[in-house]
């Protein structure tokens, strides 16, 4: 089995930055991707960022604001946001896929409001 761990999430006004942070453990395989995806009221879960070895997926709406970065384990990804916007309030969700398995953290809320 593997459990993923969210943190990070909060409110902070316009401009502001927050650092998401997920972890995996148990049964992980180093070889995976994780990643950020979110869902606002009224709206589809969508893409954020991702990465593996070998590439990175950010969303258009969230380039030159947000990173998405991974550790030596490749069991932790983390999401730094910055210049944040009321747009990008959502529930923001961890996905961790390997060649076995796809998880979902239990998602964590981002609220950008003054």
């Known amino acids: 089995q593997v459990q993923l761990v969210e943190s990070g999430g909060g409110l902070v006004q316009p401009g502001g930055s927050l650092r998401l942070s997920c972890t995996a453990s148990?049964?992980?395989?180093?070889?995976?991707?994780m990643g950020w995806y979110r869902q606002a009221p009224g709206k589809e879960r969508e893409l954020v960022a991702t990465?593996?070895?070998?590439?990175?997926n950010i969303a258009d709406s969230v380039k030159g604001r947000f990173t998405i970065s991974r550790n030596k384990l490749q069991n932790a990804a983390y999401l730094q946001m910055n210049s944040l916007e009321p747009e990008d309030t959502a529930v923001y969700y961890c996905?961790?896929?390997?060649?076995?398995?796809?998880?979902w953290g239990q998602g964590t809320q981002v609220t950008v409001s003054s």
């Open positions: 996905n961790y896929r390997d060649r076995i398995r796809d998880l």
């Open positions: 148990g049964n992980y395989i180093s070889v995976n991707t």
């Open positions: 990465h593996n070895r070998f590439e990175t």
